[in-house]
C-alpha cells in the first residue's frame, strides 16, 4: 500500500494496513463479542478492524483484541473528544478515526501520536485538516455527502489528500469507491450486521468479509494478503 504523508510526527495509517484496502467497523456488547467479531473478520482476510465507542464495552473489547488477535491492527473509531483519544490510546489502539473534525479534537488525537483519520464532509473541513498537516481524512458520512462525485471533485483540489470513506458503503457499492485513486481505504459496518453479531453468526461474517476482501483485491491488490486461521 502507498505510504502517504500526515502530519510530519505521526505515522500515517495508510502505511499500518498492510492488507486488503477494508476497515470495517466492530460494535460489540462485550469484550468477547468484539473478539469473536475480530476473529471472523481476520478469518475472511482483513487486516484492520475500528472498535467504536459506542458501546461501554468499546475500550475492553480493543484491549483484548490486541491480546487475542495479535496479527490484526486495532483502532478506535467514533473518538468525539480528547478523553476519548486518550482512553483509546491507554487501551491498546494502534490508530483513532472520528466522524467530525474541530481544531481542539484534531490536536487531541494528533498529541496521542497515533496514526488518525479525523472525519471530514465539507471542503473548508479538508482545508482545516491539512493546516493541521492532516492527509488522511475519513470521508463521512461518504453516501450523504456527495459519494463518489465528492471524491472526485475533491481530487483535484487536494490533490496530497486521501481518504477513507464510510457511511452507506457495502458489497454493492464498494468498488466505486475503492476504484478511486483519492481512496486509500473504505470503512463501514455491512461486514458484521447487528443482526449477524447478536445470533452469533460468525461463519457470515466471515462470508461477507471474504466477498468485500475480494472486491478490495480486485480494485487495490496487496501483495502479500494472507488468509489467516
Ligand atoms: C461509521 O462510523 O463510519 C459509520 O457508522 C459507518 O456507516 P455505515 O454503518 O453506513 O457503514
Not at 93 to 104: C, E, H, R, W
Not at 119 to 131: D, I
Not at 132 to 139: A, V
Not at 157 to 173: D, K, S
Request: aromatic content about 4%.
Amino acid at each position: 500500500m502507498t505510504v502517504l504523508s500526515t502530519s510530519p510526527s505521526l505515522p500515517s495509517l495508510s502505511s499500518l494496513i498492510s492488507g486488503p484496502a477494508l476497515l470495517p467497523i466492530i460494535q460489540a456488547d462485550s469484550a468477547a463479542q468484539a473478539v469473536q467479531i475480530a476473529k471472523a473478520m481476520q478469518q475472511g482476510g482483513i487486516s484492520a478492524v475500528e472498535v467504536v465507542l459506542r458501546t461501554a464495552a468499546a475500550l475492553d473489547g480493543i484491549s483484548a483484541i490486541r491480546q487475542q488477535c495479535p496479527d490484526l491492527l486495532v483502532g478506535a473509531g467514533t473518538v468525539l473528544s480528547k478523553a476519548d483519544a486518550d482512553n483509546c490510546k491507554n487501551a491498546g489502539a494502534q490508530f483513532l478515526v472520528s466522524p467530525a473534525s474541530t481544531p481542539a479534537l484534531l490536536q487531541a488525537m494528533i498529541d496521542t501520536g497515533l496514526a488518525m483519520a479525523p472525519g471530514v464532509s465539507t471542503s473548508s473541513e479538508v482545508a482545516m485538516a491539512l493546516e493541521m498537516g492532516l492527509t488522511e481524512l475519513k470521508f463521512f458520512p461518504a453516501h450523504l455527502s456527495g459519494g463518489t462525485e465528492m471524491l472526485k471533485a475533491l481530487s483535484g483540489i487536494y490533490q496530497q489528500v486521501r481518504f477513507c470513506p464510510t457511511g452507506g458503503i457495502a458489497q454493492h457499492n464498494l468498488a466505486d469507491y475503492l476504484s478511486l485513486s483519492n481512496v486509500f481505504v473504505v470503512g463501514g459496518s455491512w461486514i458484521s450486521p447487528a443482526a449477524l453479531v447478536k445470533a452469533g453468526d460468525w461463519q457470515q461474517i466471515t462470508d461477507l468479509a471474504a466477498a468485500a476482501v475480494a472486491v478490495a483485491q480486485r480494485c487495490k491488490p496487496v501483495a502479500a494478503l494472507q488468509r489467516r486461521a
